[in-house]
């Protein structure tokens, strides 16, 4: 899209310049490496018009922190909207539900959004995660132990769908729930709001979704009736028992599913995504495995190269210049982190993976006000993932594969991570 496009022409009607045309943000190039898959983009045509997907993308550092920021300008409203619209069938199988969730954290605008940051900030704060890192690292631990003798692994179903997931319930304060069922209605949630599933797939994630929300409300209930609830929830509960006018039953019950689905599955795929990364160079896993001190830097390295949360989305309140392009109002807009997080303008050779680098500057985790409150909870699980991978499976190698990925626009990390070793050089540890 050149400069010259009128504010008036609406987005639908944009005409596509041939570099856009074919582009899709559900094909293979994508979901493999989204931030490689834009450098045309970034290069030549940072801000375009995709017909495919009916969005607004937006590809530089630079632009995509311009849209985090400016909130007057850009709402978060349409974050947590289906990208593909649901189905008339889709919609019945939700009001089964009572499906009827409200703006929460991820897409409410100021002034609410910054009402429930700040009541809901403490439960976010290092004395409060800190704590978890003792039974973050035993139960890491206990799951290694179940295969390490064994040779090889799928770390995805062997280890990191199972313990961010637990992690979760741990913070959440709802531990007594069913890891297995919280998982597959988390990815329900992920396929229904951010992926293009066909009209019986749609369906059956609608039915997915539907019975997060109703687990939502079982654990509302039951953690109201305490008179000092645990977890991030219990917070919030606390906060209600406060402030009734800012955060209602249904705020509570939409943040379970949020919540869940936020802190497990973007937590797994991150450090899914950082193991492929590191054991295909080589020479920076076994720098890791030598100096575990190194490891805090890897993460963000990691994360700026191959973050697990591809892409985000706003809507434009007004006609807004974003680097030379004019988005009408009413446009809706992906802003793709991963594209960001290589943009040669803030990250000198930005394809290298280089875990000496200073990549603090990525925005794996958004940024302004919309910065995730969760960040500090992701940081500390991967380095304790990969403090005791690196100690106990120095010599971990990665199995011929292809990788999948559920295709959607914003969530992204492999269905299955297969590695092997020889299990008699297995260190002895002490």
């Known amino acids: 899209m050149d400069s010259a496009v009128s504010s008036n022409e609406p987005a639908t009607g944009c005409p596509v310049a041939h570099t856009t045309a074919g582009f899709s943000f559900f094909d293979r190039e994508y979901q493999e490496n989204p931030g490689a898959s834009l450098a045309w983009a970034r290069e030549s045509q940072p801000v375009f018009y995709n017909d495919d997907s009916d969005y607004w993308v937006v590809t530089r550092h630079e632009d995509v922190k311009s849209v985090f920021s400016q909130f007057n300008k850009f709402s978060a409203a349409i974050t947590l909207t289906p990208v593909t619209p649901p189905s008339e069938a889709a919609g019945a199988q939700l009001e089964k539900y009572g499906f009827a969730p409200c703006p929460v954290l991820a897409d ?45 692994a799928d770390l995805i179903a062997d280890m990191l769908w199972d313990i961010p997931c637990l992690v979760a319930l741990q913070f959440l304060g709802i531990p007594e729930e069913d890891v297995d069922t919280v998982r597959r209605l988390a990815t329900s949630m992920t396929e229904f709001v951010w992926g293009r599933p066909s ?203 292809e990788f999948h990925y559920v295709p959607n626009t914003s969530f992204r990390g492999p269905e299955s991570l297969h590695v092997s070793w020889d299990v008699e050089k297995n260190p002895v540890l002490s």
């Open 108 to 152: 409410s605008d100021p002034p609410m959004h910054r009402q429930y940051r700040r009541l809901n900030a403490p439960a976010f704060m290092p004395d409060r995660i800190d704590p978890l890192a003792s039974y973050i690292r035993q139960t890491t631990n206990d799951y290694i132990d179940r295969f390490v003798e064994r040779g090889h």
């Open 199 to 401: 009209p019986e797939e749609q369906v059956r994630a609608a039915d997915g979704l539907g019975q997060f929300w109703a687990m939502g409300e079982r654990v509302i209930g039951k953690l109201k009736e305490l008179d000092d609830p645990p977890g991030w929830l219990g917070h919030a509960i606390k906060m209600q028992r406060e402030h009734p006018d800012v955060i209602s039953d249904t705020w509570l019950q939409t943040n379970v599913m949020g919540g869940a689905m936020a802190a497990h599955e973007t937590t797994t795929n991150a450090t899914a995504n950082a193991v492929v990364t590191l054991l295909r160079n080589r020479d920076q896993w076994d720098r890791l495995c030598a100096q575990p001190a190194l490891i805090p830097g890897a993460v963000e390295e990691c994360l700026r190269l191959n973050p697990s949360v591809a892409a985000w989305r706003r809507i434009a309140k007004e006609d807004v210049r974003v680097g030379d392009v004019t988005i009408p109002a009413g446009a809706k807009i992906l802003m793709v982190i991963a594209s960001a997080n290589q943009d040669d303008a803030v990250f000198e050779e930005p394809e290298r993976f280089d875990i000496d680098r200073d990549a603090k500057a990525h925005i794996a985790f958004g940024a302004g006000t919309h910065m995730c409150l969760g960040n500090h909870l992701a940081r500390l699980e991967m380095v304790i993932y990969l403090e005791e991978l690196t100690r106990r499976l120095p010599h971990m190698t990665l199995d011929h594969q």
